[in-house]
């Protein structure tokens, strides 16, 4: 850590003016980490931009499970929108990226974690670890890593990037010369300019849960010089926290969310079911946030308040008694021993608790007559209804931890225009670049760590040989 340096901290910061990087990584996080370890040990010289005091942006605050889909048909099943060939990259290159992070000696589990997310698989991993061995490589082999400068422009010759315009905290701005750029900014949750312009009126209803320096700096700057979005803009990964909250720090982010609702039912504020909650929670999240006022509560049964409420989501994110946390924060909770005295109180919360004691009636009598529709809305064959008496109902509400559409890539980390041509030295990964997720969500670390590899290697053959041709 001791060689992070604060730009305005530099006697001059202009002094990198007149030095010529090869190439130039934004963002500190997963992404921008494997991107400039990778530059770096292939001999490149990198100058490494991060916004904020502290580098490691929301990975820092993950969970460190480092997973994807198992393969490219569980992908297709999962994310029929997603993008095939940067997922069929992705999914070849995981087990040589677990195996470099394995070679550096941090903790990384020995045994696979099987139906991450409902249908993925992954090893925990000390992320905080493999971050530091990432920042100790980089500056070991010559990169410098500069905190507290923001990266505001890309800088072009009309035919190529030619570097990258800074600003010190102080708002003094600089320019520095590079024959690669790499975007890795994590995304632009954080504004919400570029929220609703995606998504519409609810996001201002959304939580943020990451990082605050993911605010669309990559995007927007990408967008300045020709760069092309992805589909999926308005989709997005978060999880349901519960409402009202009194206050949601980085440390509420794992132990407040609501993990365990595919074993619950979801209803809105008019008391109606509007989704199939079996498809996991990260799904239910964006789906509550499309109701009127993203406002809605979770109804269960005794077994899951005490098992899949206070069990351990996946191995290494902790067991916490996800009821407890949320009254403890805040939350309006009930319970009682009838499904409709449960659902009393909710009136007074602003929700029609007669219709939702009616949609309760009606979703049981479609499981016991194996109906597949329960007032119009899908219920799956796996579907638990609440049985076991006291009956719970906790009020939740959606949460924003990063955005899924993105800039356009392909499948060597190259930045593309409109018609799919690449931007000479312009490179893109993790929650900067959209694609591999698209409303099914297919991880965040492990997309964002071989990601950033290719990235950082296409950004430095191409430094290398001043050409986009030839990336791979
Ligand atoms: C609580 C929580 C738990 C999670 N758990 C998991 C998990 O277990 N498994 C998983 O797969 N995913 C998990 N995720 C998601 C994962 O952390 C993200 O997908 C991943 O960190 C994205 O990596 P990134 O490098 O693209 O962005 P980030 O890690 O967010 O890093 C982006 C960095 O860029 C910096 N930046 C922004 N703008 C600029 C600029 N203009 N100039 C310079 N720097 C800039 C930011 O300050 C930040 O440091 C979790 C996220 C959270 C919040």
């Given at each position: ?36 370890v ?23 605050l ?24 940067l ?54 082999n010559?990169g ?38 790499v ?35 990559g ?39 609501q993990?365990?609702?595919s ?6 504020g008019?008391?109606?079911?509007f ?45 916490v ?25 909710i ?12 949609t ?6 479609a ?48 930045v593309?225009d ?25 991880g ?29």
């Amino acid at each position: 850590m001791s060689n992070d340096i604060a730009a305005s901290t530099l006697l001059a910061p202009t002094m990198l003016t007149e030095d010529t990087w090869d190439v130039v990584v934004l963002g500190t996080g997963v992404s921008g980490s494997a991107a400039a370890v990778t530059v770096a040990r292939s001999g490149a010289r990198v100058l490494w931009i991060e916004k904020s005091a502290e580098p490691g942006g929301s990975a820092a605050l993950s969970a460190g499970l480092f997973w994807t889909a198992p393969n490219v048909r569980a992908y297709l099943d999962r994310i029929p929108l997603g993008n095939q060939s940067l997922a069929e990259r992705l999914i070849t290159d995981y087990p040589e990226a677990l195996a470099e992070i394995r070679s550096t000696g941090i903790t990384v589990a020995d045994t696979p974690k099987h139906g991450v997310m409902t249908f993925g698989i992954g090893y925990k991993l000390d992320i905080r670890a493999l971050l530091t061995w990432c920042r100790e490589t980089v500056t070991a082999n010559g990169g410098m890593l500069l905190t507290q400068t923001t990266a505001t422009e890309i800088i072009t010759d009309d035919e190529r990037v030619t570097g990258v315009r800074l600003r010190t905290a102080e708002g003094e701005y600089f320019d520095v010369h590079a024959g690669a750029v790499v975007l890795a900014t994590g995304g632009f949750q954080g504004d919400p300019e570029e929220l609703s312009r995606h998504m519409g009126p609810n996001s201002d209803r959304l939580k943020l849960r990451s990082n605050a320096g993911s605010v669309g700096d990559g995007l927007r700057m990408a967008r300045a010089v020709g760069a092309a979005a992805t589909k999926g803009m308005s989709t997005f990964y978060g999880h349901l926290v519960p409402a009202p909250l009194r206050n949601f720090e980085p440390a509420d982010y794992l132990p407040l969310a609501q993990f365990y609702s595919s074993h619950t039912v979801l209803l809105n504020g008019a008391g109606v079911r509007f989704c199939d909650e079996t498809q996991g929670d990260e799904i239910l999240n964006q789906e509550l946030a499309r109701q009127p006022g993203a406002r809605g509560v979770l109804v269960f049964d005794d077994a899951v308040r005490w098992n899949a409420a206070r069990e351990e989501p996946e191995p290494g994110l902790g067991a916490v008694d996800r009821i407890a946390a949320a009254t403890g924060a805040g939350a309006r909770y009930s319970t009682a021993n009838t499904v409709e005295a449960a659902l009393a109180p909710i009136e007074a919360w602003g929700f029609d608790s007669a219709r939702a004691s009616r949609t309760l009636m009606d979703y049981r009598r479609a499981i016991e007559t194996g109906r597949r529709f329960a007032d119009g809305v899908p219920v799956a064959e796996s579907a638990s209804p609440p049985m076991t008496a006291p009956f719970h109902v906790l009020e939740v509400q959606p949460t924003i931890t990063f955005t899924l559409g993105g800039i356009r890539i392909d499948a060597s980390g190259r930045v593309l225009d409109h018609d799919g041509a690449p931007i000479a030295g312009l490179f893109a990964a993790g929650a900067d670049i959209g694609g591999i997720s698209n409303y099914g969500y297919a991880g965040g670390l492990a997309p964002g760590y071989i990601t950033g590899r290719w990235a950082g290697s296409s950004a430095a053959r191409h430094a290398a040989t001043g050409t986009a041709a030839g990336n791979r």
